[in-house]
């Protein structure tokens, strides 16, 4: 069983930063991929960025290509997305998902609001 536990949420004007941290817990493997997801008010949950386990591969929306970036460390097992130049639209929880042996596990969400 895996535990994630995001952070690094909270109030931004826009055109700021903030940087999310995804932690995970309990039985671990660098081998799994990290990825990036996001939900906002009377929204679908949308794909934001991913990464492979070796860190060689990324990919992200177009709606954020250029402003964040994915990446991760492993000896942490930790993830991260860098999120720049932020915008109101960007408001959203975002949620880390770990998929590694065939089984995918999701954090429970940090709020990011980006006010104009």
């Known amino acids: 069983q895996v535990q994630l536990v995001e952070s690094g949420g909270g109030l931004v004007q826009a055109g700021g930063s903030l940087r999310l941290s995804c932690a995970a817990s309990?039985?671990?493997?660098?081998?799994?991929?990290w990825g990036w997801f996001r939900q906002a008010p009377g929204k679908e949950r949308e794909f934001v960025a991913v990464?492979?386990?070796?860190?060689?591969?990324?990919d992200y929306a177009d709606s954020v290509k250029g402003r964040f970036t994915i990446s991760r460390d492993n000896a942490k097992n930790t993830g991260y997305l860098q999120m720049n130049s932020l915008k109101t639209e960007d408001t959203a929880v975002y949620y880390c998902?770990?998929?590694?042996?065939?089984?995918?596990?999701w954090g429970k969400g940090t709020l990011v609001t980006v006010s104009s």
């Open positions: 990464i492979s386990w070796s860190g060689e591969t990324t």
């Open positions: 309990g039985r671990t493997f660098s081998s799994g991929a």
């Open positions: 998902k770990y998929v590694v042996g065939g089984m995918t596990y």
